[in-house]
């Protein structure tokens, strides 16, 4: 997930969410937490969790998190981080900053991308689960990582407030 803005876009994240997190081996949050409860509450439900800060974040945050993340899950070498610039050239640029990772995820921008550089690195941004800013829908992603390989890799779809 990406872009949550806990509390000011929403109070909570969606129960969908919610259990989503419950039921990963791992969550990552790539930026703009906002407030540190949410932090604190992910920390307490995710069985590992793995975020890094966003330009929404303040000192709170930023002393909890870093800028970019790194870590190897499933054989793959992922990167967190929650600005990567503008949509033309994204590819090229992070494989540039990122030559030694298989998988970014970042945010910033609340729309879903999912991509290859050249080299192979996959790009992925779950969109937002609580501000859907011109996109349809709020979503975020699940994903398997297992053998050196990123599998299964899907987008959800929230449904409206009050729908």
């Known amino acids: 997930m990406a872009d949550t803005h806990v509390p000011k876009r929403a109070r909570d994240l969606p129960e969908q969410l919610w259990a989503a997190v419950d039921a990963a081996d791992v969550v990552v949050h790539a930026g703009d937490w906002v407030d540190v409860g949410l932090l604190d509450a992910l920390e307490g439900r995710a069985a590992r969790l793995i975020g890094c800060y966003g330009n929404n974040d303040g000192a709170a945050l930023r002393e909890r998190l870093p800028e970019v993340t790194r870590v190897e899950l499933g054989?793959?070498?992922?990167?967190?981080?929650?600005?990567?610039?503008?949509?033309?050239?994204?590819?090229?640029?992070?494989?540039?900053?990122?030559?030694?990772?298989?998988?970014l995820v970042f945010g910033h921008s609340h729309i879903p991308w999912d991509t290859s550089a050249a080299g192979g690195l996959r790009l992925l941004?779950?969109?937002?689960?609580?501000?859907?800013r011109r996109q349809p829908d709020c979503t975020y992603l699940t994903a398997v990582?297992?053998?050196?390989?990123?599998?299964?890799?899907?987008l959800h779809r929230l449904p409206r407030r009050g729908a």
């Open 145 to 154: 990582a297992a053998e050196g390989q990123l599998t299964e890799v899907t």
């Open 125 to 132: 941004n779950p969109g937002s689960p609580t501000d859907r």
């Open 75 to 103: 054989g793959l070498r992922v990167a967190v981080v929650h600005e990567t610039g503008a949509a033309a050239g994204r590819e090229e640029r992070c494989a540039a900053a990122f030559p030694d990772t298989d998988v």
